[in-house]
């Protein structure tokens, strides 16, 4: 299978929740012999393209590392590109990073669509809200925060879930703002929580042990990370 994955931002340019997710997507899918390729914004370091644990990338030179004109214009256009010599089986939208193509895939036509969505305007909104404790920052929040979760961040995740086959929540709670803020997505969204590197994240009372006597912590000492 051939799959095109749109990301505003990825683990060359930052590393949060959604940028580790679709990291792990892409390499996993790679290491089960599907051909990934990632469209996404400019590299910090000019690269345009990359390859790493077999997922290609294609870094945009002329689009900054946010949702504006350049990065829609630009992913439609090296999406086209690439098909041109890439039979591609599915688009997935990291959050809302193929709005652009789902608009023009209604007059082109193309390969269907799976968003992973990892949050809602509203919730950033909810967000931002709850951090707001001087006047500057409740001027900036009216200013810009409100207006571009409305008439920005909204239509385009609205559209983006409307054109997608099917819609991955990332958790329970996510599901249901999903299913509150956007009834478009009734129907069609499934839940698939984020995993964890058990490998890595597990139970060791013999590393317990090694970590409190490194520290000097007693055994019955109530340890906080």
């Not at 790493?52 to 946010?66: I, W």
């Not at 799976?114 to 909104?125: I, K, L, N, R, S």
């Not at 099917?166 to 984020?194: C, M, Q, W, Y």
Request: aromatic fraction near 8%; include cysteine; charged fraction near 20%.
């Amino acid at each position: 299978m051939n799959i095109c994955l749109f990301a505003r931002s990825t683990v060359a340019h930052r590393i949060g929740g959604m940028e580790i997710h679709g990291d792990l997507l892409g390499r996993g899918l790679a290491a089960r012999g599907q051909r990934v390729v990632v469209i996404t914004t400019r590299h910090p370091r000019g690269l345009v393209w990359e390859e790493q644990d077999g997922v290609q990338t294609a870094y945009l030179p002329e689009s900054p590392n946010r949702y504006c004109r350049e990065w829609w214009r630009g992913s439609v256009a090296k999406f086209t590109d690439l098909a041109a010599h890439i039979d591609f089986d599915v688009v997935v939208s990291q959050s809302a990073g193929a709005y652009a193509y789902c608009r023009a895939r209604k007059q082109a036509g193309g390969p269907p669509v799976v968003a992973f969505m990892h949050g809602t305007p509203q919730g950033e909104v909810r967000s931002v809200w709850n951090q707001v404790t001087t006047a500057g920052e409740f001027v900036r929040f009216a200013a810009k925060t409100l207006p571009d979760a409305v008439l920005r961040s909204w239509p385009w995740f609205r559209a983006t879930l409307r054109a997608a086959s099917a819609i991955v929540a990332v958790s329970h709670e996510l599901a249901d703002d999903l299913r509150r803020e956007f009834p478009v997505s009734r129907g069609k969204l499934t839940t698939i929580l984020n995993g964890i590197e058990t490998a890595r994240f597990c139970p060791s009372a013999g590393r317990g042990c090694a970590l409190r006597a490194k520290w000097g912590l007693r055994e019955r000492e109530t340890l906080i990370l």
